[in-house]
């Protein structure tokens, strides 16, 4: 793996990559971007001075971003967000698409996004449905402390900051800005639709590989990362485990299959997680389980209040397809709240436990531990 740092536009010659902790970001003469999956090596790239890679969605994606920002992302930043997202399977990550794949004029989301905060936290809506900066600055203000109770004068000065820096151009200030923005925004659209506690909705929220978010401030990590690899033992805390690996076992990740298929996989039992401590894993995922039952106790006493469980699978199998089709109502009696359901980000790529391809469509159902 190449060692590569960021370097600031301003000191560009003209081009910069920078490794994440999966992924590398390479930008070129500003109007080239890509996106290098370290884990296949994989490359996804934006040519826009060729069109090379510039798909209808693609161009779509990136025109709503550039225009709903106010100016502060350009058309080479929003290709790279446009690829950041594309090949992550986040919750936020699906959000955004869903956000900016419409037929969308960009004074549109602006006032979507002015209205919803101001909505949202004052109540205050003016005369033409805009909404002034005296008020949208009220109602930022209330909403980012609903957001984030325990932060301070201080840290909402700094949130500001990170919004305003993004005026600058640098790449590492708009991908801040543009996430900082828009997890507050995705926050309030999960309480809205799914969720009745703020602070829970901002908790389950995962960004892409590379960035954190610590009191409503994403930060960028551009620096080279040794990747992860395969754990050989259970995490005790904050711990992902991947059930049903198989033959692909995910990196930073406890993985356990009953016929495991290669190495990094370990010999384990959906039904008995004996091994692993009770509330150790903050993510449980699940691909094409098969025969037994998915939200069993073993599962819930490992996976800690507020963690994730993501379970993937064609409608043909009849296992995903009992969790899949539970109501709300279901789920929440199993002690659990439904996240999202629908199409899985990587539908198609999946094997069934005889190794063959899933001829039908990946669908995925996340859920969260109450």
Do not use: C
Request: cysteine-free; glycine content about 8%.
């Amino acid at each position: 793996m190449t060692k590569t740092y960021y370097v600031p536009e301003s000191q560009q010659k003209p081009s910069f990559a920078a490794n994440l902790n999966m992924q590398q970001i390479v930008v070129k003469e500003k109007e080239r971007v890509a996106v290098v999956d370290l884990t296949t090596h994989k490359s996804y790239s934006i040519d826009l001075v060729s069109g090379k890679g510039l798909t209808k969605k693609n161009e779509t994606l990136i025109k709503n971003i550039e225009a709903g920002s106010e100016g502060t992302v350009s058309r080479p930043q929003a290709a790279l967000i446009t690829l950041l997202v594309g090949q992550d399977g986040s919750t936020l990550s699906k959000y955004l698409k869903e956000k900016y794949s419409g037929s969308h004029r960009g004074d549109n989301l602006q006032n979507s996004d002015r209205h919803f905060i101001s909505n949202k936290a004052s109540n205050e809506i003016m005369d033409d449905g805009k909404t002034s900066a005296k008020y949208l600055e009220r109602g930022l203000k209330k909403y980012y402390q609903q957001a984030y109770p325990e932060a301070t004068e201080q840290d909402y000065q700094n949130y500001v900051k990170t919004l305003s820096q993004a005026q600058s151009g640098d790449m590492v200030d708009v991908l801040n800005a543009f996430f900082s923005k828009e997890v507050l925004l995705y926050g309030g659209y999960l309480q809205e639709m799914q969720l009745s506690d703020i602070g829970l909705a901002m908790a389950m929220i995962k960004l892409p590989p590379g960035f954190s978010i610590s009191k409503g401030n994403a930060g960028f990590a551009p620096k080279p990362q040794v990747p992860v690899k395969f754990l050989d033992t259970p995490a005790t805390k904050n711990g992902t485990l991947n059930i049903g690996a198989g033959s692909k076992p995910i990196q930073g990740a406890y993985n356990i299959d009953p016929k495991p298929g290669t190495s990094g996989v370990h010999l384990g039992d959906a039904t008995n997680l004996s091994n692993i401590a009770t509330g150790s894993q903050s993510r449980v995922i699940m691909e094409n389980p098969y025969r037994y039952d998915v939200l069993n106790p073993e599962v819930s006493r490992v996976l800690q209040s507020g963690g994730t469980l993501e379970i993937t699978g064609g409608l043909s199998n009849k296992t995903f397809n009992t969790v899949y089709k539970m109501s709300e109502e279901e789920l929440k009696a199993a002690g659990y709240t439904l996240v999202s359901r629908g199409q899985a980000a990587n539908a198609g790529t999946s094997l069934t436990t005889t190794g063959q391809p899933i001829r039908s469509t990946m669908m995925e159902i996340i859920l969260i531990k109450n």
